[in-house]
């Protein structure tokens, strides 16, 4: 990252003229080499592009200039994602597109009012407009607008958030909304409220959730602790009442010892609208408590040890968990020895304890299905990874041992090789060997990435990924250009295609091309026109 922020021409610029604190040239090399960061230039903050939390949805952007972003997309069979970069913020759901159909997007930032200096505002005004043929092609419209308040005594910020879009075409026809408060308290702390709303066409099966959070963070007597709670209710047609789910957590992150304890109450039939649990009706507990001495010795720079097993515990919503019988799932994980070499290398050596209660059958890979019982299994795991930072990177990783009712064992390989500041290439490969009671497989999986950095403001990026458990090999491609700070162009590319051997068009047979499983091409252009 140092290397990118020194090389780069508004570090030069910046030389005999412009001062920062070591602070700020961390923010700025990170926001030239990620791309990932944009600053407001009212009160000379950075804030990431993107926040959540742990309650339903949020996404809070702070923009001072106006925007104008225009995006084309065409043979595009579905596109799914959120791109939220420096200047813009663009939603992309779920849009399947034929050949004739285009898709424009534009946004359009609002800037600062000269009478409101004391309090600055920033607006986002986001609309979506699109055409289509048939019932092949989902187009969103909609508006998103977000408004932020910053109080100039205080120090403290409110972040309003109003998202609105309406959906044609398709069996799912619907309108949804969301609305996010937040309001920082203190130095670091904050109080939020949000607010969703889907609604079936003419307004039928209204479906709404809405809840409050609060994160903490303090420092007592030298320590971090941080304090977070959240709650949330939903109301479904079908559904009687308010199904509630709540989380209380604290969390103690310091360099000798970092812990944290969680506990979750989720109610069966709480289903937020535009959102979602892993699981309803249960009680849930997680946590960790990690030792973390610095002996400087033997080439150890930092010890990690979980004396106190890590655990995640799922129980039954009218059970306990302190009742092992109750309990649907359980992790469990001893850190026997762990951490961090001088040279930036990472080990570890753990020990892990698993509980699965299926109450039905369910299928693990192709045909092999896992019946409904009670499986306890035992597991070890090795893994050493080299310091990210080095030219040439291996790491390895192994995990082996019971898994239900039968054996398993996992490696996973991983290479990476950086060159000249322009050139990352990485590779790895994920193979499982089961023998269970049900069958036996093997599972793989290869995931490969190329980078090529022309320079700070072009960049070509390709991702590869194959596995046989679904059969198909999926490609990305995606060519990044700034002609100037605030402008962008992407251009990328989309395709899966099948590797099933019985399938007439299979790839790497190239007449394969031509016939993908899924595909997109997208061509987004974005100006910044400032004030």
Known sequence: ????????????????????????????????????????????????????????????????????????????????????????????????????????????????????????????????????????LYV???????????????????????????????????????????????????????GTMRAGPNGQGVRRAGGVDIDLPLVVRGTNLEPKFWIAGSQTPGIPGTPLAWRISTDNPNDLFDNFVSLYRIDAGFAPPLGFV????????????????????????????????????????????????????????????????????RFEMNVQRWLDAPIDTFGIFRAVKIPPGRYWWSRYELQYFMNPGRPLRFGVFANWGQFYGGRSTDLELSATWRRGGHIIVSTDLIRTTAKLPAGAFTALLSANRFEYDFNTRASLLAFVQFDNASERVDFNVRF??????????????????????????????????????NGAFVVKVVHRLAP
């Open 278 to 345: 892993r699981r309803t009706g249960i009680w849930e507990t997680t946590g960790h408590s990690n030792f973390m001495p610095r002996p400087h010795a033997f080439g150890i720079r930092q010890l990690d040890f979980k004396i106190i097993p890590e655990w995640d515990i799922i129980a039954n919503e009218s059970g306990s968990l302190g009742r092992s019988r109750d309990w649907q799932t359980a992790w469990f994980e001893w850190r026997l020895l762990g951490g961090d070499r001088e040279n930036g290398d």
């Open 1 to 136: 990252m140092l290397e990118t922020l020194f090389k780069s021409r508004e570090f030069e610029a910046s030389l005999g003229a412009k001062f920062k604190d070591p602070m700020h040239y961390v923010i700025s090399t990170m926001r030239l080499a990620y791309d990932g960061l944009h600053k407001n230039a009212e009160d000379g903050k950075e804030y990431w592009s993107e926040t959540t939390t742990d309650l339903v949805y949020q996404l809070d952007i702070k923009l001072p200039d106006k925007v104008f972003a225009l995006e084309i997309a065409a043979d595009a069979q579905d596109i799914t994602g959120l791109i939220a970069r420096e200047g813009r913020a663009v939603r992309l759901d779920n849009v399947p597109f034929s050949t004739t159909k285009q898709f424009v997007d534009v946004a359009y930032t609002f800037p600062t009012p000269a009478d409101l200096r004391g309090r600055t505002l920033h607006a986002t005004l986001q609309r979506t407009a699109g055409s289509f043929v048939g019932a092949q």
């Open 140 to 194: 969103y419209g909609g508006a998103w607008v977000s408004l932020g308040f910053d109080s100039l005594s205080s120090g403290n910020v409110t972040v309003v958030t109003l998202a609105i879009d309406a959906q044609t075409g398709g069996a799912d026809n619907a309108n949804e909304a969301v609305v996010r408060l937040q309001h920082d308290l203190f130095e670091r702390s904050y109080v939020g409220a949000i």
């Open 480 to 517: 990044h250009w700034i002609p100037v700070i605030g402008d962008d162009v992407f251009v990328v590319w989309n395709s899966g295609y099948t590797t099933e051997p019985l399938s007439r068009f299979r790839f790497p047979d190239t007449r394969a091309l031509a016939r993908p499983l």
